[in-house]
C-alpha cells in the first residue's frame, strides 16, 4: 500500500536537501516559479506488531492476523510474507488473511513496514507468527466395557489421531438414550445403574488443535421382572410366577440380570372343607350353620361365604352372603378368615 513518496536520496543520511518544484501556470507562455524548501532527515526505522495471539496446533482452514504498523513520520508502504516467502502486499494495511491451510503443516507469518524515508522495520518475534494446523478429527481406537451386568460398569478406551496433533482430552456420556457429554479418563465407572433399562456408553476424543471427533459407544440392557401371574391354585398355598422380560437382559456386553426371586407364594389359607362347618345349630325351615375355621373380629356386616338354606347343608366355598344384625333379638356375632372363594365364618345365631 503507497501513502506517500517523494524523491528519497541522500534523505537517510539526514542531511537536508534542497526540493526544486516547476509550476506551469495557466495562460503563461515559459513562466516558471521556482519554490525552495529544506526537508529533514529521518533515520529511525518504523516498527510493527502483531495483536493476534496465533501458536501452537490449530484447527482452521484460513487465518487472519490482525497488526498495527507505525512510525515517526509516515509508512510508506506494508509487507507481508508467508513462510519465508517474497514480501507482497497485505490483504490490508492493519490485517492479512491467508487461506487453503492443510492438515499437518506449519506456517510462519511475518509483516514489515517501510517509511518515506526508505527506512524498514526490524523483523522480530513481534513482527512474526508461527503455528501448525490439523484439520482432521481423532477417533476412539479401543472401547471395553466391563462388569455391564452390574450397578457398576467399568469402561476402558484409547484414542488415536494419527497425522495430526495428538490426543489431548475425552468426554464421556453414560445415558439411557439422550447423550449428555463431560470431561472423562480411561476407565471411566459408572454406578447406581437400576434394572429394567437400556443404557449407553459414549465417548469422543479431542485432540491438541480443538478437533472434537465422532463418539464411539456399547449399550447393553439391565433385565426387568414382569408382573406376578396368577396363583397356581384357589387355595391351601400356591405358588405365582414372573419373568425377566421386561425388558430381557442383554447378552453382549451381558446386562444386568434380575434380582430376587422368580416366584412367591400365595392363596395360602386353607380350602373349605366338611370340617369347617358343623351340623344346623336351629330346626326349622330355615337355620344357619357354623363354619368352625378362623376368628376375626366383624360383627354387623356381611359374611360372604355363609347363607341360609331349607333342608340342606351350605354349598362349601360359596359366595351368596347373610347379612348380621348387631344389636336386635337375632344378634351374631361373626369370625371370619380366608376360605375358597370367600370367608368362613363362625356364626352364633338364634333361630327364627
Not at 60 to 69: L, Q, R
Not at 86 to 108: D, E, M, P
Not at 265 to 276: I, K
Not at 293 to 315: F, I
Request: glycine share 12%.
Amino acid at each position: 500500500m503507497r501513502i506517500f513518496r517523494p524523491v528519497r536520496s541522500l534523505w537517510k543520511t539526514g542531511l537536508p536537501l534542497l526540493g526544486m518544484f516547476l509550476f506551469a501556470q495557466s495562460g503563461m507562455a515559459h513562466p516558471y516559479n521556482i519554490g525552495a524548501f529544506w526537508k529533514l532527515g529521518d533515520a529511525q526505522p518504523p516498527s510493527c506488531t502483531i495483536s493476534t495471539s496465533i501458536s501452537g496446533w490449530r484447527n482452521n482452514a484460513s487465518e487472519t492476523i490482525n497488526f498495527t504498523c507505525t512510525d515517526n513520520r509516515l509508512i510508506y508502504q506494508i509487507l507481508c510474507s508467508v513462510n519465508g516467502g517474497a514480501w507482497g502486499t497485505c490483504t490490508t494495511s492493519t490485517s492479512h488473511t491467508i487461506s487453503g491451510l492443510t492438515s499437518n503443516t506449519t506456517t510462519t507469518f511475518q509483516v514489515k513496514s517501510i517509511d518515506t524515508f526508505n527506512n524498514e522495520s526490524v523483523v522480530t518475534a513481534a513482527e512474526t507468527r508461527t503455528w501448525s494446523t490439523d484439520l482432521l478429527a481423532p477417533t476412539i481406537a479401543t472401547l471395553t466395557p466391563s462388569a455391564t451386568n452390574t450397578s457398576a460398569p467399568s469402561f476402558t478406551f484409547t484414542g488415536a489421531d494419527t497425522g495430526g496433533s495428538g490426543v489431548a482430552s475425552y468426554q464421556c456420556s453414560l445415558d439411557t438414550g439422550t447423550a449428555s457429554f463431560t470431561a472423562c479418563t480411561s476407565p471411566r465407572a459408572g454406578a447406581g445403574l437400576v434394572a429394567g433399562t437400556t443404557y449407553y456408553f459414549r465417548v469422543r476424543s479431542i485432540d491438541v488443535a480443538g478437533n472434537v471427533g465422532s463418539f464411539s459407544f456399547v449399550t447393553w440392557t439391565n433385565g426387568g421382572w414382569t408382573a406376578f401371574g396368577s396363583c397356581s391354585v384357589s387355595c391351601g398355598g400356591g405358588l405365582q410366577y414372573r419373568t425377566c422380560t421386561n425388558p430381557s437382559p442383554s447378552v453382549s456386553p451381558p446386562g444386568m440380570p434380575c434380582a430376587g426371586s422368580n416366584s412367591q407364594s400365595c392363596n395360602t389359607f386353607p380350602c373349605c372343607t366338611a370340617a369347617h362347618y358343623t351340623t344346623n345349630m336351629c330346626a326349622g325351615y330355615q337355620y344357619y350353620h357354623r363354619y368352625s375355621y378362623g376368628t376375626c373380629a366383624m360383627d354387623g356386616g356381611q359374611c360372604p361365604g355363609s347363607t341360609s338354606y331349607g333342608a340342606s347343608n351350605p354349598y362349601i366355598g360359596g359366595t351368596s352372603t347373610m347379612s348380621c344384625r348387631s344389636g336386635s333379638a337375632h344378634a351374631v356375632s361373626v369370625y371370619q378368615d380366608g376360605c375358597s372363594k370367600g370367608c368362613a365364618c363362625i356364626v352364633l345365631c338364634q333361630c327364627n
